[in-house]
């Protein structure tokens, strides 16, 4: 039984779903720490990072959510999100949109009142993530070797409450960044992150070369391994 609203002028419509799974989502983990990256780095958020990602990006650094999890129902989430007194709310992965029924929980996390935000691979189609959600998405860079993967259709759902990040291995990465900017008028969209790949490109290096050429980016460095190293579900 399709249990969709249907959808208001002006919003896109959320996808059916099989309801036989529509109410399980495959988690990895769900944590409470302080929000590392983006316009909310530093906020206590409950963090909801789900299993699976498509993608193999050479500086990844969450390749344990690629498998296992635990299936949880929606609602199960929901009350574990609820023992966390805060009202930020990141979902994650892993490549959170590779579970349909992620769309489903963004929706019910606005419904109850969270500030939400999904990390994305940029890889995946966004068109229908909750209008109130923040989405952080990310253009796969040549260092990342899955530039052939981003989904260029995704900066058309851009609105000015999202971010587009860029994950900088090196010097041509960021010539590229630059190009993209260009080419795209990402600045005019919403804030650009540019970030450096954690141990291999120097973040006072990318902020010299922001500096020079007077990017109207932000750096963006991960706070939470500034804090606590690499140690997952940090
Ligand atoms: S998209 Fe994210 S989770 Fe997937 S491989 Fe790349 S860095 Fe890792």
Redo the contacts with the bound molecule.
């Keep these: 039984m399709a249990t969709e609203s249907a959808a208001q002028p002006g919003t896109l419509p959320t996808p059916v779903v099989d309801q036989a799974h529509a109410q399980n989502l495959r988690v990895t983990e769900i944590f409470f720490s302080l929000q590392g990256e983006t316009s909310r780095i530093g906020l206590p958020t409950v963090f909801i990072r789900l299993t699976g ?5 050479g ?5 344990y ?2 498998h296992g999890g635990n299936s949880l129902s929606l609602a199960t989430i929901m009350q574990k999100v609820a023992t966390y007194q805060t009202r930020y709310v990141t979902v994650t ?3 959170p949109l590779a579970q349909r029924p992620v769309f489903m929980l963004l929706r019910q996390l606005a419904d109850a009142g969270y500030s939400v935000s999904l990390e994305t ?1 940029g ?1 995946l189609d966004v068109s229908a993530v909750d209008a109130r959600v923040s989405k952080i998405v ?1 253009l ?1 860079t040549p260092g ?1 070797g ?1 530039l052939a993967r981003n989904l260029w259709s995704n900066l058309t759902h851009i609105t000015t409450h999202d971010e587009i990040k860029f ?1 900088l291995c090196d010097e041509a990465d960021y010539d590229w960044a630059c190009q993209q900017l260009h080419t795209h008028q990402l600045v005019a969209r919403c804030p650009v992150l540019f970030s450096p790949v954690y141990g291999k490109l120097a973040p006072d290096t990318l902020a010299s070369w922001i500096l020079r050429d007077a990017l109207p980016v932000r750096l963006q460095v991960q706070l939470h391994k500034i804090l606590w190293g690499e140690t997952p579900g940090r």
């Design positions: 990602c498509p993608l193999r990006c500086y990844c650094d969450t390749a959510a690629f992965g892993g490549e691979s890889a990310d796969k990342s899955e994950v």
